[in-house]
Protein backbone atom coordinates (compact mmCIF):
# COMPACT_ATOMS: atom_id res chain seq x y z
CA UNK A 1 0.00 0.00 0.00
CA UNK A 2 1.60 3.19 -1.11
CA UNK A 3 0.17 6.83 0.47
CA UNK A 4 0.47 10.60 0.65
CA UNK A 5 3.63 12.72 -0.11
CA UNK A 6 5.72 13.39 2.78
CA UNK A 7 6.27 17.10 2.99
CA UNK A 8 9.18 16.65 5.65
CA UNK A 9 7.89 18.96 8.60
CA UNK A 10 5.14 19.92 6.57
CA UNK A 11 3.23 16.21 6.65
CA UNK A 12 0.66 17.93 9.29
CA UNK A 13 -3.32 16.74 9.69
CA UNK A 14 -5.81 15.70 11.56
CA UNK A 15 -9.26 13.47 11.52
CA UNK A 16 -12.27 15.71 10.47
CA UNK A 17 -15.30 15.40 8.40
CA UNK A 18 -16.12 17.85 5.91
CA UNK A 19 -13.64 21.40 5.86
CA UNK A 20 -11.05 21.54 8.30
CA UNK A 21 -10.51 24.65 10.84
CA UNK A 22 -7.67 24.73 13.13
CA UNK A 23 -7.26 27.12 16.33
CA UNK A 24 -8.17 30.06 14.12
CA UNK A 25 -11.60 28.52 12.75
CA UNK A 26 -10.73 29.12 9.19
CA UNK A 27 -10.89 26.75 6.41
CA UNK A 28 -9.71 26.18 2.95
CA UNK A 29 -12.84 27.77 1.93
CA UNK A 30 -12.24 30.75 3.73
CA UNK A 31 -8.50 31.30 2.96
CA UNK A 32 -9.74 30.43 -1.12
CA UNK A 33 -10.82 34.27 -2.11
CA UNK A 34 -11.19 35.53 -4.99
CA UNK A 35 -7.84 36.42 -5.82
CA UNK A 36 -6.60 33.54 -4.89
CA UNK A 37 -8.77 31.45 -7.42
CA UNK A 38 -7.69 33.94 -10.32
CA UNK A 39 -4.02 33.18 -9.45
CA UNK A 40 -4.55 28.90 -9.64
CA UNK A 41 -6.73 29.95 -13.08
CA UNK A 42 -4.03 31.54 -14.27
CA UNK A 43 -1.64 28.80 -13.22
CA UNK A 44 0.05 29.90 -10.03
CA UNK A 45 0.41 28.16 -7.17
CA UNK A 46 -0.77 30.04 -3.40
CA UNK A 47 0.66 29.86 -0.49
CA UNK A 48 0.33 31.74 3.02
CA UNK A 49 2.31 30.65 6.14
CA UNK A 50 1.18 32.65 9.52
CA UNK A 51 1.55 32.34 13.31
CA UNK A 52 -1.99 32.20 14.73
CA UNK A 53 -1.37 33.82 18.44
CA UNK A 54 -4.15 31.98 20.03
CA UNK A 55 -2.38 28.58 19.84
CA UNK A 56 -0.68 28.17 22.74
CA UNK A 57 2.14 26.37 21.20
CA UNK A 58 4.85 27.42 18.23
CA UNK A 59 3.14 25.96 15.34
CA UNK A 60 2.68 28.02 11.92
CA UNK A 61 -0.30 27.78 10.06
CA UNK A 62 0.05 26.95 5.93
CA UNK A 63 -2.31 27.25 3.04
CA UNK A 64 -1.07 26.21 -0.28
CA UNK A 65 -3.28 25.66 -3.47
CA UNK A 66 -2.70 24.65 -6.88
CA UNK A 67 -4.83 23.90 -10.01
CA UNK A 68 -3.75 20.58 -11.93
CA UNK A 69 -4.96 19.58 -15.16
CA UNK A 70 -5.70 15.89 -14.77
CA UNK A 71 -8.48 13.94 -12.35
CA UNK A 72 -8.32 13.72 -8.96
CA UNK A 73 -7.89 9.77 -9.13
CA UNK A 74 -4.73 10.56 -10.89
CA UNK A 75 -3.42 13.12 -8.84
CA UNK A 76 -4.63 10.41 -5.88
CA UNK A 77 -2.30 7.63 -7.44
CA UNK A 78 1.07 10.38 -7.67
CA UNK A 79 0.09 11.81 -4.38
CA UNK A 80 -0.43 8.26 -2.39
CA UNK A 81 3.24 6.56 -4.17
CA UNK A 82 5.15 6.67 -1.58
CA UNK A 83 8.17 5.87 -3.71
CA UNK A 84 7.32 8.54 -6.00
CA UNK A 85 6.95 11.33 -2.90
CA UNK A 86 11.13 10.59 -2.80
CA UNK A 87 11.02 12.52 -6.26
CA UNK A 88 8.67 15.00 -5.50
CA UNK A 89 10.15 16.22 -2.10
CA UNK A 90 13.95 16.66 -2.55
CA UNK A 91 14.45 16.83 0.83
CA UNK A 92 12.98 13.43 1.67
CA UNK A 93 15.48 10.47 2.14
CA UNK A 94 12.89 7.63 3.36
CA UNK A 95 9.14 6.55 3.07
CA UNK A 96 8.02 3.32 5.48
CA UNK A 97 4.90 1.88 5.97
CA UNK A 98 4.83 0.63 9.97
CA UNK A 99 1.17 -0.40 9.97
CA UNK A 100 -1.97 -0.02 7.12
CA UNK A 101 -5.67 -0.76 7.57
CA UNK A 102 -8.86 -0.41 4.86
CA UNK A 103 -8.39 3.18 4.19
CA UNK A 104 -5.51 4.31 6.74
CA UNK A 105 -1.71 3.97 7.48
CA UNK A 106 0.56 4.89 9.74
CA UNK A 107 3.95 5.64 8.08
CA UNK A 108 7.37 7.23 8.78
CA UNK A 109 9.17 9.26 6.92
CA UNK A 110 12.70 10.98 7.70
CA UNK A 111 13.59 14.33 6.10
CA UNK A 112 17.00 15.89 5.50
CA UNK A 113 17.69 19.77 5.85
CA UNK A 114 20.52 21.02 6.69
CA UNK A 115 23.29 18.92 9.37
CA UNK A 116 19.05 17.30 10.90
CA UNK A 117 17.67 14.30 9.69
CA UNK A 118 13.77 14.98 11.12
CA UNK A 119 11.42 11.72 11.61
CA UNK A 120 7.96 12.03 11.11
CA UNK A 121 5.65 9.22 11.76
CA UNK A 122 1.91 9.84 11.23
CA UNK A 123 -1.49 8.68 10.21
CA UNK A 124 -3.25 9.04 7.73
CA UNK A 125 -7.14 8.66 7.32
CA UNK A 126 -8.65 8.29 3.32
CA UNK A 127 -11.70 9.45 1.52
CA UNK A 128 -10.45 8.16 -1.79
CA UNK A 129 -10.18 10.40 -3.88
CA UNK A 130 -11.42 13.58 -1.84
CA UNK A 131 -9.40 13.49 1.24
CA UNK A 132 -6.71 12.53 3.34
CA UNK A 133 -6.36 13.28 6.80
CA UNK A 134 -3.21 13.20 8.57
CA UNK A 135 -2.26 13.48 12.37
CA UNK A 136 0.82 12.70 15.33
CA UNK A 137 1.81 9.41 15.49
CA UNK A 138 5.12 10.21 17.11
CA UNK A 139 8.11 11.24 15.66
CA UNK A 140 10.23 14.49 16.13
CA UNK A 141 6.82 16.49 15.40
CA UNK A 142 5.27 18.78 18.44
CA UNK A 143 2.01 19.55 16.31
CA UNK A 144 0.48 17.73 13.37
CA UNK A 145 -2.66 18.53 12.15
CA UNK A 146 -4.51 19.31 8.86
CA UNK A 147 -5.88 18.35 5.37
CA UNK A 148 -5.44 17.82 1.63
CA UNK A 149 -8.73 18.01 -0.50
CA UNK A 150 -8.98 17.14 -4.29
CA UNK A 151 -11.97 19.34 -6.01
CA UNK A 152 -12.82 18.99 -9.68
CA UNK A 153 -13.03 22.76 -11.14
CA UNK A 154 -14.35 21.86 -14.38
CA UNK A 155 -12.55 21.24 -17.66
CA UNK A 156 -10.30 18.54 -16.79
CA UNK A 157 -8.95 20.69 -13.73
CA UNK A 158 -8.55 19.54 -10.59
CA UNK A 159 -8.19 22.06 -7.24
CA UNK A 160 -5.84 20.83 -4.95
CA UNK A 161 -5.52 22.89 -1.47
CA UNK A 162 -3.26 22.03 1.70
CA UNK A 163 -4.67 23.12 5.21
CA UNK A 164 -2.56 22.71 8.38
CA UNK A 165 -0.60 24.08 11.48
CA UNK A 166 2.85 21.84 12.33
CA UNK A 167 6.12 22.28 14.10
CA UNK A 168 8.61 20.23 15.51
CA UNK A 169 9.54 18.71 18.69
CA UNK A 170 12.98 20.67 19.01
CA UNK A 171 13.76 24.25 19.13
CA UNK A 172 13.31 26.06 16.23
CA UNK A 173 13.10 30.08 15.71
CA UNK A 174 9.54 30.94 13.99
CA UNK A 175 10.79 33.34 11.67
CA UNK A 176 13.47 30.04 10.22
CA UNK A 177 10.10 27.75 10.08
CA UNK A 178 8.12 30.15 7.70
CA UNK A 179 10.77 30.70 5.39
CA UNK A 180 11.65 27.09 5.12
CA UNK A 181 7.21 26.41 4.75
CA UNK A 182 6.93 29.89 2.42
CA UNK A 183 9.56 27.99 0.33
CA UNK A 184 8.75 24.46 0.28
CA UNK A 185 5.38 24.31 -0.14
CA UNK A 186 4.84 25.77 -3.22
CA UNK A 187 7.95 23.82 -4.72
CA UNK A 188 6.03 20.46 -3.38
CA UNK A 189 2.89 21.46 -5.15
CA UNK A 190 4.68 22.58 -8.89
CA UNK A 191 6.66 19.30 -8.37
CA UNK A 192 3.22 17.30 -8.01
CA UNK A 193 1.76 19.15 -10.78
CA UNK A 194 4.52 18.74 -13.15
CA UNK A 195 4.18 14.81 -11.91
CA UNK A 196 0.27 14.39 -12.36
CA UNK A 197 0.42 16.40 -15.97
CA UNK A 198 3.52 14.44 -16.96
CA UNK A 199 1.29 10.96 -16.37
CA UNK A 200 -2.30 12.14 -17.91
CA UNK A 201 -0.04 12.99 -20.70
Not at 107 to 117: A, L, N, P, W, Y
Not at 183 to 199: C, T
Request: proline letters at 4%; aromatic letters at 6%.
Amino acid sequence: MKRLIPIGLLAVFAIMSGDYALGDGMTSEDLLTPDVARLLESGGVHAEVWRDNTRDDAAMDVFSAVDIAASPELIWNVMTDCDRSLEIVDKMRSCLILEAGEGWDIREQKVRSGFFTTTSVFRSDYDFPRTIHISKAGGDMEVQEGVWRLEPVGDGITRLSYRAASCPSFPIPSRLLKHAMKKDVPEILRRLRDAAEGDAG
